[in-house]
């Protein structure tokens, strides 16, 4: 009688999974109709997000930065951020604006399991709620799918913060829960709302993404047709 295979186990196990590690994203330009996103010119883009962010404080905070008493403290944060490893910035330059009016970055990247998370995002109050905005969170997951072939996309926040949670399922993220006492921010407790978005619910969400970016779904005065979340849950 042979020795037992130990290796067959009469337990739940998950899908096997035919899998080969993916690249990193490298700082690719990411073009679109109303926006393109590239990496930061410090110097430059530090003058024009300080100018284009005065006046409204609530940009930042729930995030990790800000705000800035003046340009050059933001010019070093975006040099920071430009060295960190582990993340990819862009700047997000509306066409025609000249100037940057945002900021994204790939976080928590990790090749070898195909997830990767969009994160530290601000809109300037000029690019907030604009098409060109929704744009460029397409463009960012576009190239995560379509381009890397990744397997999860994540997006994570403050589970106070209301209008990223809106934001999350606008986009065609699935909310999975909330972190408790994740991490303390800026001398504050933040616990964590979870997202995700899958290579295999990307097709219907990319879909839906083009349908509502289409010039057709856009009066004369610009104001939509058909709202993306109908037509995410469509």
Request: aromatic share 10%.
């Amino acid at each position: 009688m042979g020795a037992p295979d130990e290796t067959a186990v009469d337990l739940p196990l998950g899908e096997p999974v035919e899998w080969s590690p993916v690249a990193a994203p490298a700082g690719e330009v990411l073009r679109g109709e109303r926006v393109l996103l590239r990496p930061f010119e410090p110097a430059a883009d530090a003058e024009a997000l300080h100018a284009a962010t005065q006046g409204d404080p609530s940009i930042w905070a729930y995030l990790r930065v800000g705000p800035f008493a003046d340009s050059g403290e933001l010019r070093a944060v975006l040099e920071q951020e430009a060295a960190a490893e582990g993340y990819v910035f862009h700047a997000i330059e509306p066409t025609g604006a000249g100037r940057a009016l945002g900021q994204a970055a790939y976080m928590r990247i990790d090749p070898a399991n195909g997830t990767i998370e969009i994160g530290s995002i601000f809109f300037a109050p000029g690019l907030r709620r604009t098409p060109a905005a929704t744009e460029a969170i397409f463009l960012l997951a576009r190239h995560v799918f379509d381009d890397l072939g990744y397997r999860r996309l994540e997006w994570k926040c403050n589970a106070l913060n209301a209008a990223s949670r809106r934001a999350a399922e606008r986009f065609g993220f699935r909310f999975e829960g909330v972190f408790r006492k994740d991490e303390i921010i800026k001398g504050r407790n933040r616990d964590t709302a979870w997202f995700s978005m899958l290579d295999d619910e990307w097709p219907a969400v990319r879909a839906a993404f083009e349908a509502w970016l289409d010039p057709a779904n856009f009066d004369g005065d610009g104001a939509q047709r058909v709202a993306l979340g109908a037509l995410m849950a469509g």
